[in-house]
């Protein structure tokens, strides 16, 4: 069994309220949760207007394809999500 952690810190450039940051940031977890069939969660800079880290896990039988679909997650956020700016990401795989 293997379990990944993908953390991604994000920009959402012009982002002036936490309202707006919520509305910009919900269609995006509730779409890889969707696409992916990954646990996603908002997990730190919750007070920050243009800043956040979601965190998306996922355990599959196979640590390979845990990475290949981490980094899928990854490469799908910064080629269809243009509203975010992909500031770093971090995959860590156990098991």
Sequence with gaps: MSLGLLT?????????????KRGR??????RLHREFNVSV???????????AVIGCALVSNDAAHTQRSLQAVTHWVETNWPDVSLEDDQIEIIG
């Excluded at 940031?25 to 509730?30: G, R, S, Y």
């Design 41 to 51: 969660a908002e997990l730190d800079y919750q007070d920050a207007w243009q800043e």
């Design 25 to 30: 940031l919900k269609p995006l977890i509730a």
């Design 8 to 20: 991604l810190h994000i920009h959402l450039p012009g982002c002036v309220s936490l309202k707006e």
